[in-house]
């Protein structure tokens, strides 16, 4: 019985060896990761135990930076820095927002 | 944003996932925006964190190589204690510890973390994205030998393959050996022959 | 279950499956190892998880199991070898 993340030892294909350079997104993502922790807003296992419990499908679908992003949302909403209705709230707003530049 | 493989059987179709990748994006946005507006980052500290991270590269590990090849005071230091050694780079490991180790005649080691994807960041900079995916962190500890030949690196039988599964605290550092022809040349010189991969363990330094 | 192993002593990584934020891979759970560094106290990365301080510390082990007792079917170098980092709670001494 294994965690989505727990993968020594089981099967998998020929190891993709094509570079990937952060993109601007991943690379405030990484930084708001470095920033929490050495502010001590959450610990590097609460972060890993947050992605651990993603489930299968979420793990396998999201990319490295999203579960990462996901996390972040999920273990400070728990620790009540922020609250699901402003996360909402936000995602809506920046939402119509890039909508309205792209127009 | 990364390609990656999944198992589509019992999956949603694919529509359904750009609208998961769309939404993971814009929350990490919205997440930005909401630490902003609270005064718990600020759009300055997240710049510097970001220059941070691009400070350090593969070159801030190979210059430490090449010295321990040059220096062998330096060597010993590094090997007994490679957080504190590195101090002589103006290098810290921040909250993990460092651990170097040493490829020899009998052993050559390879670093894995097949949990997530902890590596030394402080001293190679980034891992590469093969390192955090699932194929290089399932297979490593499984056949490593099979690993290392699709990296084109073919270890003797006899010697001991050493894979380093980075499961607490401890960040490792191959130090792989000075190849032979290498002799005059200076620790610059040295370090340019020293890739990311070899300090990960899947390659070994060629002479020029 | 914990004591202080000094290098060289035989363990066995328990055999258990516990839910929450584990640092012991399941592939090493119920395989057998020997001790080659006592890496030193750290706070328990498995309460760190869930928001409290980690103490008490935890003596952290490094473990090399050999190849051959991991996989009934290893098919790389008689001497290969897995090392990890292994918390005191999680061995046994054989």
Known sequence: MRGPHDVGGLSAGPVDQTPHDQDHWEKEIDALNQLLAQKGYRKTDENRRAIENLGHDAYNTLTYYERWAGALARVLIDKGVLTQDEVDAKVAAVRARLARDAA | MLAHGHDHDDHAPVE????????????????????IEKGIVT???????????????????????ARAWTDSAFKQRLLTDGSEAIGEFGLNMGGTHLVVVENTPDVHNMIVCTLCSCYPRNVLGLPPAWYKNREYRARAVREPR?????????VPEEVEVRVHDST???RY???????????KLDASELAEIVTRDCMIGVAVPKAP | MGGDF????????????????????VYMRGKEGVVTRRLGRFPNPETLAIGRDGL???????????????????????????DADIYEHWLEQI
């Open chain 2, 168 to 170: 607490a605290d401890m």
């Open chain 2, 43 to 65: 759009p300055d500290e997240i710049r510097r964190a970001i220059e941070f991270r691009d400070s350090i590269t593969p070159a801030t590990g190979a210059a430490i190589v």
């Open chain 3, 56 to 82: 008490p510390r935890k003596v952290l082990y490094e473990v090399r199991f050999r190849q051959a007792d991991l996989w009934p079917d290893y098919a790389g170098g008689p001497a290969d070898t897995v």
């Open chain 2, 146 to 154: 099979r690993v290392l030949a699709e990296f084109g690196l073919e």
């Open chain 2, 173 to 183: 550092l191959v130090l792989p050996m000075r190849p032979a022809g290498t002799e």
């Open chain 3, 6 to 25: 000094s290098p060289g002593t035989r363990v066995r990584v328990r055999e258990d499956f516990p839910l929450g934020h584990i640092r012991t891979p």
């Open chain 2, 16 to 35: 359904e996932d750009a609208k998961v990748h769309s939404y993971y994006w814009l929350l990490g946005i919205a997440v930005k925006e909401l630490l």
